[in-house]
């Protein structure tokens, strides 16, 4: 597909991440004003909530865009995302004769402070990158068991915290925890020393399923809104010592970060891709009905406080193992229901190769193999103060559809972490 043309001419240029093609939804705020939903354009933001209120933008028989978040568009359902999209359209395209109208409703991106986009109901993150298993496991088990006998046939997951869920920008603490390492007699309670970022894409859930009801791969992949750029912060030292049996808990329970624009699957479509070829046959209800994958490249930015930044992994979304709608349709087959705003993280999207590995416990093989940055500094885990920047673009014919930074500074932990 090539750059659909808007008047806006900072959203024609080929470098853009916000092209008429985009449309990325989000939540932002300006000095004096409460946060409220608009959609990146070039850059500009066009302020939906002022459009609403003015009568210019009517989805449904009640307002929709009265409130800091998402939530109440996505419940509207499939049809109200593709009449939103062509109504925009209308306002944005070159040569519409609604330009004048959408004029007066736009404000600098550079000006905006961005919210969290949408409530997240509940988070589950998943394990479904290949590269990264195989890595992971060989580093905990063994090469010869290093993929977990299930893992070829369930996309493996964990039901993480929404309350840990923040938007890009927003610094945080270092964790403290329970830690033993392998040649320590006994646990201690301290920051954790091995702090990780883990790089993955988050579906969001638009759509409601039913309790009770499983949902095919199909009916998963049209419940999704969108995806944004999602950082599971992931705290080494507490997850050797407390994964087993029960999966990780408080290593991720710190912090996830999100992009602050949801990128929407309809946006996504010309991107789409195939899986891999499958080891083991996949049972029915987890084969895809078509290419359910997307053509994301992705990196990691590390920069220390004061320093330059250094580009230390690059890899690309394909690389996963299950789709988005492959884990969404496997979430549901026990009965739980699905919930409007319900966030699922892909799992770490690691690459074949050394410098495609989205975490740093897989770049340093558990920091065995320090990463050198741009001004000869080295990294095993993150240390205090280091600011993580990932970056999502897809490039398409003559433009570039992007996600928008998700960043953020891990300050140092508490001196004393309780009161
Ligand atoms: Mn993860």
């Known amino acids: 597909m090539p750059l659909m043309k808007s008047w806006l001419e900072s959203a024609n240029r080929p470098d ?164 033993k390492g392998p040649q320590d007699d006994a646990p201690r309670f301290a920051p954790s020393q091995r702090f990780d970022l883990e790089l993955e894409l988050g579906a969001i859930v638009g759509q409601p399923s039913p309790y009770g009801q499983p949902i095919s791969v199909a009916e998963a992949d049209a419940m999704i809104f969108g995806y944004v750029l999602l950082n599971d912060w992931s705290a080494r030292d507490i997850q050797a010592w407390e994964y087993q049996p029960l999966g990780p808990f408080q290593s991720k329970a710190t912090a996830t970060s999100i992009s602050p624009w ?81 966030l699922l993280g892909s799992g770490t999207i690691s690459g074949p190769v050394k410098d495609s590995r989205g975490c740093l416990l897989e770049l340093t093989w558990a920091g065995k193999e320090p990463v050198t940055l741009s001004d000869g500094q080295t990294r095993t885990f993150i240390q205090d103060n280091d600011r993580i920047t990932l970056r999502g673009n897809c490039h398409g014919d003559g433009y570039t559809l992007g996600f928008g930074d998700c960043t953020g500074v891990v300050l140092p932990a508490l001196e004393r972490p309780f009161r």
């Open 16 to 179: 853009c991440p916000f092209p008429l093609n985009n449309l990325p939804y989000g939540v932002f705020s300006t000095p004096g004003k409460d946060p409220h939903c608009g959609v990146a354009i070039g850059d500009r933001i066009l302020d939906l909530t002022a459009m609403e209120k003015a009568g210019l933008m009517k989805l449904a028989d009640k307002k929709v865009f009265d409130r800091p978040e998402w939530n109440a568009v996505m419940a509207l359902g499939p049809d109200a995302w593709t009449r939103l999209r062509k109504l925009l359209f209308g306002f944005l395209a070159d040569g519409s004769a609604l330009r004048g109208q959408a004029e007066r409703f736009m404000v600098p991106l550079a000006d905006a402070k961005m919210h969290m986009p949408f409530t997240v109901a509940e988070f589950t993150d998943f394990y479904a990158g290949k590269n990264h298993a195989e890595n992971v496991g060989a580093m905990f088990r063994g090469a010869e068991n290093a993929l977990p006998p299930n893992w070829l046939h369930i996309p493996i997951g964990y039901n993480g915290r929404a309350s840990s869920v923040i938007v890009s920008g927003t610094d945080f603490r270092r964790p403290w925890g329970q830690l």
């Open 262 to 342: 949801i990128v929407t699957r309809e946006a996504l479509e010309p991107f789409r891709c195939a899986g891999p070829e499958r080891v083991h046959p996949l049972l029915d209800y987890l084969k895809e009905p078509g290419p359910m994958l997307y053509n994301i490249a992705m990196e990691v930015e590390l920069t220390p406080k004061g320093g330059e930044p250094t580009v230390i992994a690059r890899t690309n979304y394909r690389e996963m193992y299950y789709s988005s709608a492959q884990q969404l349709a496997h979430h549901a087959t026990a009965g739980g229901g699905m919930r409007v705003g319900d």
